[in-house]
């Protein structure tokens, strides 16, 4: 049984559906009760923590030797103390002043996003474009007036992304490159400068997603999911970064996913490199600000989709099917652009989950959160 609104409140027919439904809302009752119990005890837990562990005789492989940090006061202020108390007491009035107006401008900007911007002619460079969301967004960037730059591993899915941008009318170049490889990253880089030109936006989007559980992911996997999901990221922003800092013009998007804002059963390598992603993002955007000093004009975008049919999700485990449906990748292709027009930091795909995982990831208590995951039970099965 699928569980469309229309179905609960009107369909319900017969017996054994409504039987389904009263189960389905116990469960759902019985969920709320567990993860209000739960936040309660954590709450509780802050205040009142476990009594510490008897360690003696557990084997210790890591431990880290805390040294207490100790202070010593000035014992008399002399004029420079006061002055430099001052200027630190302004400087917080200050700092805070623009902290309320930055939130405040990022909640207006919630309800009115910023135009989308024109990308008529820039340079955008998307990895793994020969398939999924990479063909589906360089389709887009070409209708746009973007010159894209189509890079795969995959000569043939690449090359029929290009063929169908220059077919509608669009400019399309594509280079073959394994984007793990970072002498051949460096390369190609080189090669786009001299044959097409200053790339101002790149899209990290290649990705692989093996599912397994932990204990069966082989070395090679968690290498190489390591490396493509992560790594290559990090090639492509060392080659392509210097030339948009020159111009101080530039916008970097980058695919995480939802698995990089939850932890989910069978992905613990691949959500470790989606956490990462994001990590990378937040810490290149801080670099960027600290050394200009505020006025770095290079935009970053970071993306957390859902689940998207484009094969990369093999075996998706879905319970409720009809209110969390797997998204098209020509769908998410249009939130990805839209967003990275709109200058809007990171979003969901769909975006309406975006304020659910903010509240389980940081509201609600990670055990309550695992709870309600259960009853959510939205994942992906063991897969190649
Ligand atoms: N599909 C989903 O459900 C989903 C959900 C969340 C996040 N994502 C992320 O979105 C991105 C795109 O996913 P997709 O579903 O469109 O993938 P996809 O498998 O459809 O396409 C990925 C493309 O990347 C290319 N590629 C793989 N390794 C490469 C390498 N080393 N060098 C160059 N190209 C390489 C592949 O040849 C392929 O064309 C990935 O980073 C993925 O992790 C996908």
């Known amino acids: 049984m699928q569980y469309s609104a229309t179905y609960h409140f ?8 409504a039987i389904e439904v009263i189960t389905l809302v116990l469960e759902l009752i019985w969920t709320l009760i567990r993860v209000h119990f739960e936040n309660i005890r954590c709450i509780y837990r802050v205040f009142v923590p476990n009594e510490p562990k008897d360690i003696r005789g557990e084997i210790t492989i890591k431990y880290v030797t805390l040294t207490s940090l100790k202070k010593n006061l000035a014992a008399g202020y002399t004029l420079a103390d006061a002055i430099e108390v001052i200027t630190l007491v302004l400087e917080l009035i200050w700092t805070l002043i623009r902290v309320h107006f930055e939130n405040i401008r990022c909640i207006y900007r919630v309800f009115v996003p910023n135009e989308p911007k024109d990308i008529r002619g820039e340079i955008t460079i998307i990895t ?21 730059v189509c890079v795969d591993i995959n000569p043939k899915g690449n090359e029929e992304t290009v063929k169908i941008i220059k077919d509608n009318g669009g400019k399309a ?13 460096f390369n190609l880089a ?23 559980p932990i ?14 999901n992560l790594t290559a990221n990090l090639w492509m922003i060392q080659a392509f ?10 916008h970097i998007v980058a695919m995480s996913s939802m698995a990089g804002l939850i932890g ?7 959500c470790g490199t989606k956490f990462a992603v994001r990590g990378v993002m937040q810490a290149l955007e801080n670099e960027l ?12 975008t970071t993306i957390c989709p859902y689940m998207v049919n484009t094969g990369l999700c093999k075996n998706p485990r879905i319970r409720f099917k009809d209110q969390m449906k797997m998204v098209e990748p020509g769908d998410a292709a249009d939130q990805i652009i839209d967003a990275m027009r709109r200058d809007i930091n990171e979003v969901t795909v769909p975006s309406n989950l975006h304020y659910s995982t903010r509240f389980f990831g940081y509201l609600i208590a990670p055990s309550a959160a695992r709870i309600m995951n259960s009853f959510v039970d939205a994942g992906v099965e063991a897969h190649d």
Request: aromatic share 6%; hydrophobic share 35%.
């Open 264 to 270: 989910f059963k069978n992905l613990v390598p691949y």
């Open 10 to 17: 009107v369909g319900v027919t017969d017996m054994a559906d």
């Open 289 to 300: 600000y600290e050394e200009s000093n505020g006025k770095s004009k290079i935009k970053f």
């Open 215 to 228: 204990l069966q992911w082989t070395e090679p996997k968690i290498k190489s999911t390591i490396d493509v």
């Open 190 to 212: 080189e090669k786009v400068k001299k044959e097409v030109g200053e790339v101002s936006i790149l899209v990290n989007n290649a990705g692989i997603m093996p599912s397994q």
């Open 128 to 148: 793994g474009a020969g398939h999924g969301m990479g063909r589906e967004m360089a389709l887009r960037f070409g209708k746009l007036g973007a010159v894209v």
């Open 173 to 185: 170049h594509r280079y073959e490159c394994d984007v793990t490889d970072r002498a051949a990253v």
């Open 241 to 250: 970064l210097p030339s948009m800092k020159e111009r101080n013009h530039g």
